[in-house]
């Protein structure tokens, strides 16, 4: 059975970092890929990131590049998620993602496996 589990969120003030990890296990992602989605409240889960475990190609909504970075370490079967100079509007329940196909779509649709989530709050 796969499982996603994520860790890292929590209470952080405008400005300041956090970063959220995403551990897999049940099977590994080598010839997949695995993104970050985050919903936040009244608004539908949107795309942040995404890694393929091949290459480490990525992706980024055009909303958090420059400030957050995705990452992974196959030999842990874990992704990361670095958040930098994070706003207010970076509030939201952040999702781990991981398909077997390596596409970094940003439609959750290409996702087949998902984890339970962890809340980020940015205060101002």
């Known amino acids: 059975q796969v499982q996603l589990v994520e860790s890292g969120g929590g209470l952080v003030q405008a400005g300041d970092s956090l970063r959220l990890s995403c551990a897999a296990s049940g099977r590994t992602f080598r010839r997949g890929a695995m993104g970050w989605f985050r919903q936040a409240p009244g608004k539908e889960r949107e795309f942040v990131a995404a890694i393929s475990w091949s290459g480490g190609v990525t992706n980024y909504a055009d909303s958090v590049k420059g400030r957050f970075t995705i990452s992974g370490d196959n030999a842990k079967n874990t992704v990361y998620l670095e958040m930098n100079t994070l706003k207010p509007e970076d509030t939201a329940v952040y999702y781990c993602?991981?398909?077997?196909?390596?596409?970094?779509?940003?439609?959750?649709?290409?996702?087949?496996?998902w984890g339970q989530g962890t809340q980020v709050t940015v205060s101002s």
């Open positions: 993602a991981a398909n077997t196909d390596g596409t970094l779509i940003i439609y959750g649709f290409g996702y087949a496996y």
